[in-house]
């Protein structure tokens, strides 16, 4: 059995001195020798028939290209001609990624016979009337791309029906929770889109359909003046606006007043509810039990 020895590692070290003062070095790590594993002669010999087909694919696909170019008399034709081998190999690696499915793999398989068929053809055509130029110009664009194809029927993957099913089952589930994923992450979107754009056209304001959700005790009464609140709530000036507009519009700061009348009779021991604050504001009860919180807040009595 072989073994091989792994080279030495040198890490830095950062030392410090009896003084307190560090400086920067380097450690060396050494390593026991280890098995060498055998070599995989099956992976190697894969590996040296991709490698060959690979070489000839270059020779074929610049033949091809400068075939069918060609055929249709060079310069934008060249670019065109790529598109056969291009095509050829996309249906190759749609090939190889449904090898676990049979089905799936039929149509690459076919696409790629086709396109193989077209190709040798349009050489054979860019050949005629010699018939051994074309024929021989078609023979080595189709035997690299055979090649190809009998490799990837090396690498094909066979089931049993049993096992088919069985894998089928597993891929529609996970199928299943990506597709579901997939429709969370739009929702989360959408969802999030709508709330952006509720809070830009409320411009911060809580709207009638938040204010009836917070009140779960309001009766029907109360739901029915949420419009003329949420009117009253939208002419409402913030403090910094009323302090700008000085005392010419000192009336618009009303809301401030009536909350600062309710903490004063809660202070005095005044036992307040929404009807009594509404008498005593002359607003709709909505109106005064938000002031009425407000003012419950500030003395210190918590909410409704």
Known sequence: MKVRTPPPRRDPVTITRPDGSTFETTRTVEFAPEAVPPRDWDVISTRAAVGMVLALTAVAVAWSTWSIGSLLHGGVGFLAATVFDLSWGTALILEWKARFDP????FPQSLGWGLLAVTMGAIFWNAWPDVRYGVVGAVVSGVAKILWLGIMKHIEVTLTQRDRDDLRDRTSRANVRVAFASVDRAVMRTEAHTTAVRRSLAGGRPTVLELSASDRDTDPA???????????QL????????????PAQAQLSEPTAQVEELVRRLTNGEQLTKSTAAGILGVSEATAGRRLRDARNQAGGGYL
């Not at 089905?103 to 039929?106: A, E, G, H, L, V």
């Not at 109360?222 to 009253?232: K, N, T, V």
């Open 103 to 106: 089905d799936k793999r039929f």
């Open 222 to 232: 109360e739901l029915a003046s949420a419009g003329r609140q949420f009117a009253e």
């Open 235 to 246: 002419t409402e000036p913030s403090p910094a606006q009323a302090q700008a507009h000085g």
